[in-house]
């Protein structure tokens, strides 16, 4: 549709309620068919058709950079569970840029993820890195497509928080991304909020698909786990990885009794 009308006549609506029905009557008719509606970018998602399909694909521009903020956007509506979210090639075909497997991984998980990238291009130690994010993936898919979405707004426009928290509060999964260079000299403190700040929490980077690049090699003392209280991290916040623009890292939540 690319006009609301057609000789002096109104048309959007017959037509939208048209391409309802056939929805529903191919559903009906078959199951498990599983439809997938276009988005154009998140910026065409018709929020009625989301009652009656499967997922979104968000934009066929698939590069890392260009998805954390499509993402992050038409998360605001839609779940993680309806928004195709792909791993691409080193090189986007959109944009030209090139990101490591790190980035493009960790912008994928947060969705409906899957991989478009031709894998027989791949090194064996990439490879070996999309199973290992695979297996994660599968793990915690239950949380991802369940939990209570959660953006945080950070101090440095730089670093951009986002993340899944489990129902119940127990478990929660972050994605932390720079999309510009950190001003500072050093990592700013990041809050996560969504948490109870009653519990204790386990906490840990996690990279399964390989390290993000960073500025300095000093790891946080919690990097590695340590068990650190809610509310210390919702008001006082941890000190993060000095990423390179353009990289990712999960930071991971588990309460402990």
Known sequence: MIEPGFLNRAIVNKQTQSYYRLITALKKSHPRLEIESCASGGARIDLGVARLVDRFWVSDCNEALERTFIQ??????????????????????TTGRVHNLSFRAVTALFGHAGIQWDVTQASTAEQLLLADWISYYKTNRD?????????????????WVHGVVSQNQDKAIFSVSSIAAIAASKPPLLKFFGLNPNYNYFVRIVQPAGPAETIKNEDPSWAKGAILGGDLILNHGLRGLKIQPENAYLVEMIRQD
């Open 72 to 93: 992050r956007w038409t998360g605001l509506v839609i779940p993680p569970e309806m928004l195709g979210t792909h791993i691409g090639p080193p090189k986007s075909h």
């Open 143 to 159: 949380l991802l497509h369940s939990g209570d979405v959660v953006q945080v707004n950070q101090p440095d426009q730089a670093i």
